[in-house]
């Protein structure tokens, strides 16, 4: 099964950016559909931005559209989410998502970045 490590997160002034990346081993991320989630304290997480295995289709919650964009490297096996004017309200922890090619839901996850944006 493919494993997934997320990196990039950190502390950031409101307006300002940062790029989120997901490594993905022991499988070819090129199999899976990836999406990147987030979880704020004290409330559920959220989907946050898609895309299928070719990369050529995104899919984008409200709050970030026109903000955030979602890319894939499959040669890599690294999926990115591009975070631009960010805001405080999206601090949370940021997770990776993988989902297999006959599954319903999103089936594998990493552990989570940080992203905290301050005011």
């Known amino acids: 099964q493919v494993q997934l490590a997320e990196s990039g997160g950190g502390l950031v002034q409101a307006g300002g950016s940062l790029r989120l990346s997901c490594a993905a081993s022991?499988?070819?991320?090129?199999?899976?559909?990836m999406a990147w989630f987030r979880q704020a304290p004290g409330k559920e997480r959220e989907f946050v931005a898609g895309?299928?295995?070719?990369?050529?289709?995104?899919n984008y919650a409200d709050p970030v559209k026109g903000r955030f964009t979602i890319s894939r490297d499959n040669a890599k096996n690294t999926v990115y989410l591009s975070m631009n004017s960010l805001k405080p309200e999206d601090t949370a922890v940021y997770y990776c998502?993988?989902?297999?090619?006959?599954?319903?839901?999103?089936?594998?996850w990493g552990q989570g970045t940080q992203v905290t944006v301050s005011s």
């Open positions: 998502a993988a989902r297999s090619a006959f599954a319903s839901t999103y089936n594998y």
């Open positions: 022991e499988r070819p991320v090129s199999s899976y559909r």
């Open positions: 895309i299928n295995r070719s990369g050529d289709s995104l």
